[in-house]
């Protein structure tokens, strides 16, 4: 297994206000690793952190063995070039086309060409499933069709590192599991590694390898490994509670 981000006693804070502290766990080549938690944890600050977005308050966040946060702006680019990113608000710009939308980061980060990059914007939307939907704008397509086309859009620069902040928020129990299906798929056919921010559980269990315990009463993480092993293994009583939704061990396992 290869670490491809390593999280080293990161603390986190606005202002005096600490978040999160003592976040130590790798991330590794492959994995689909959940970042999970109760409302308002500190899951998205986190991931704000790894996209450069935030500044640790102490602790390091490597990519690789290089340290993130004393990397110059040009190193970080480096890096933040090879990640995609489907915010929680899924955020496609409403006065562009689906086609558009996905052609900006090819435009801005790329020199290709215009009819390379009208390649791979078919390219992508068919991964996606949206074949044939170019000339849509994303009020004229559903929910699920929108989480989609923000995921093609993420995935337009073939990027090694993936983030999602709640994918599924929002979608109905097909569309989610159909997106959880997807993500799987892209990981796969990208071989990349993806962080997945989420409270659902049903996308813990499905496709994560790895995750992290986020308390928001502790402020820091306790436990971490495969949501099974954890389920398993745990001996926080939060940990149970928020991988049972407060059932209990037995009835869930069994
Ligand atoms: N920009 C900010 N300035 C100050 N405090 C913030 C800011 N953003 C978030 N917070 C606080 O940090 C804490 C963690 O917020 P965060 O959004 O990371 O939680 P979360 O785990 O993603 O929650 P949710 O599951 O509801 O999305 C919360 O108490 C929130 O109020
Ligand atoms: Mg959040």
């Known amino acids: 297994m290869t670490a491809v981000i390593t999280i080293d006693n990161l603390t986190m804070s606005y202002g005096s206000d600490i978040i999160q502290k003592d976040l130590t766990f790798t991330i590794n080549r492959g994995d689909i690793f959940a970042i999970m938690g109760g409302s308002g944890c500190g899951k998205s600050t986190l991931l704000r952190h ?21 990397l110059d702006d040009q190193e970080q680019s480096l890096i933040l070039r090879k990640t995609g990113i489907l915010y929680q608000s899924g955020a496609l710009w409403s006065s562009m086309t689906l086609a558009d939308n996905l052609a900006l980061p090819l435009q801005q980060y790329t020199n290709l060409s215009g009819s390379m990059i009208q390649d791979i914007i078919h390219f992508k939307l068919s991964l996606v499933g949206l074949k044939g939907c170019e000339d849509y704008y994303p009020s004229e397509i559903s929910g699920g069709m929108r989480k989609r086309a923000g995921l093609a859009r993420a995935i337009v620069l073939d ?7 709640e994918p599924s928020a929002g979608l109905d129990p097909v569309n989610a599991k159909n997106l959880d299906e997807l ?18 559980l049903h996308s813990i269990f499905a496709i994560a390898t790895n995750a992290v315990y986020l308390d928001a009463e502790e402020k820091t993480m306790l436990a971490v490994g495969s949501p099974e092993e954890m389920l398993n293994n745990s001996t926080h009583q939060n940990v149970i509670d928020f991988l049972t939704r407060g059932e209990g061990r037995r009835r869930t396992s069994s």
């Not at 790894?50 to 004393?70: A, K, M, N, S, V």
């Not at 990027?159 to 902040?165: I, K, Q, R, S």
């Not at 990349?192 to 921010?197: G, K």
């Open 50 to 70: 790894l996209i450069g977005l935030h500044r640790p308050r102490t602790g390091t966040i490597y990519y690789g063995t290089e340290d993130f946060w004393t």
């Open 183 to 200: 993500i799987v798929e892209i990981r796969n056919s990208l071989g990349a590694t993806v962080v997945l921010v989420t409270h659902e």
């Open 159 to 165: 990027p090694e590192y993936l983030f999602f902040d």
